[in-house]
């Protein structure tokens, strides 16, 4: 697959830009077993990086312009680094968000010519958009000789999102893609940004996910008011305790106490949130001990909290992960994401996937019309360099 996409887009390259790529890169979507809305919260996630990815082929030019194509979308935009407008398809705001940051930091980025595409899902929630922060800041960073660690490019493609594209997420989807290791889920406390990485090879359960298909227009303004209203219970609980940042610093058993002064909506999402941040250190012990059926338990744990009390699934979602509440192969099933569409992730044993993915997508047809999208996901390394010719003629 890298190969291919690999030889397509320097292919593609050329054709447009009538000269040779500098630089070849991967990055990928991630996924994330548990820990759903904690990242801007303080609390812990467990995500990997997957094999989907987009891959970018990439050279420096002189004269200050960006000349960008999109392989997926067959677009191209172009405009000047110094003139960053959100006035272009709405996949390049993600790539002029990366440059605003850079230049707010004073660092030397110049134009360049850029050509992008890949495998990873559109809208089905497993951050494409991360993927393309990810990798354009790491080509500029080597690009232009930057000397930006991988963290703070980590950083830089979060803050990108939020100040740029206005979408005000956690960091879970750019730490995955750029720091994800083959095999190995990342334990991330958000709060420290401290990480390990946990293992991941099960031998007799898989990863699918199940990809409704839709991606309700709720998404973005959603997202924006769960933050405030977990904002809105970490103001309340600080009356009380001065020190809480946010609502990782406090216990399930603490925030109990102080029930009868949240409004009830605000009560139920900060339920959820320190219920799910003490579930993931749960889960991750369960994990060590290879306790995967128990491990599983909590995935659905997690679903039932994003459906009732955190309200960020939909009727698409919930139905996926009904229809795997009585199959005896899928040891844990739940949504993934932000939310409101996009795919559910379900553990599967090796030997039931096929049974598994027939059965889910006839109920699903049958109930919504739509034709369910299933990816196998394999564990795979974070933003990677695959071809570098950074002596190649600079062209303009
Ligand atoms: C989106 C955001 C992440 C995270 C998840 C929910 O993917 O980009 O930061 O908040 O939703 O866990």
Avoid at 246 to 251: C, E, F
Avoid at 281 to 304: I, P, Q, R
Avoid at 336 to 348: A, E, K, R, S, W
Avoid at 370 to 384: A, E, F, R
Wanted: charged share 20%; net charge negative; hydrophobic share 40%.
């Amino acid at each position: 697959m890298v190969q291919v996409y690999t030889e397509e887009l320097k292919q593609l390259f050329t054709e447009l830009f009538h000269r040779q790529a500098q630089l070849v890169l991967r990055a990928p979507g991630r996924i994330n077993l548990i820990g759903e809305h904690t990242d801007y919260n303080g609390g812990f996630v467990l995500p990997a990086a997957m094999d989907k990815a987009i891959y970018f082929a990439v050279a420096k030019r002189d004269d200050g312009q960006c000349h960008l194509y999109s392989e997926n979308m067959s677009e191209s935009h172009t405009f000047l680094v110094d003139q960053l407008k959100k006035d272009g398809p709405s996949w390049s705001n993600y790539i002029k968000g990366v440059l605003a940051e850079l230049q707010r930091l004073g660092l030397p980025v110049g134009g360049f010519d850029m050509v992008f595409g890949g495998d990873i899902p559109l809208g089905a929630g497993v951050s494409s958009s991360a993927a393309l922060e990810c990798g354009v800041s790491y080509a500029m960073n080597v690009l232009y000789s930057l000397g930006l660690d991988k963290l703070h490019l980590v950083k830089l493609a979060q803050a990108a999102e939020n100040n740029f594209v206005g979408v005000n997420c956690g960091i879970m989807d750019q730490f995955a893609s750029m720091m994800g290791k083959k095999n190995s889920v990342i334990q991330l406390d958000c709060r420290s940004l401290d990480y390990k990485y946990f293992p991941f090879e099960m031998s007799e359960y898989v990863v699918v996910l199940c990809d409704t298909g839709v991606k309700h227009n709720l998404g973005t303004s959603e997202y924006n008011t769960r933050r405030n209203e977990c904002e809105a219970g970490v103001a309340i609980l600080k009356k009380h305790y001065p020190k809480v940042e946010t609502l990782r610093d406090v216990s399930v058993a603490t925030f109990l106490i102080h029930e009868k002064e949240f409004p009830e909506v605000v009560f139920k999402r900060c339920k959820y949130v320190v219920e799910e941040i003490a579930r993931v250190e749960e889960a991750c012990a369960l994990l060590l001990k290879n306790d995967l059926e128990a491990f599983g338990a909590k995935m659905y744990e997690t679903h039932d909290g994003l459906q009732h009390l955190y309200e960020v699934s939909c009727d698409e979602l919930d139905f996926l992960v009904d229809e795997t509440r009585n199959n005896a192969h899928v040891i844990g099933s739940r949504m993934m994401g932000g939310g409101f569409g996009g795919c559910t992730i379900n553990l599967v044993h090796k030997d039931f996937v096929d049974s598994f993915i027939k059965s889910a997508a006839l109920a699903y047809q049958q109930k919504f019309g739509i034709p369910l999208k299933t990816y196998q996901s394999v564990i795979s390394d974070g933003v990677s360099i695959l071809e570098k010719h950074l002596d190649a003629p600079m062209g303009w």
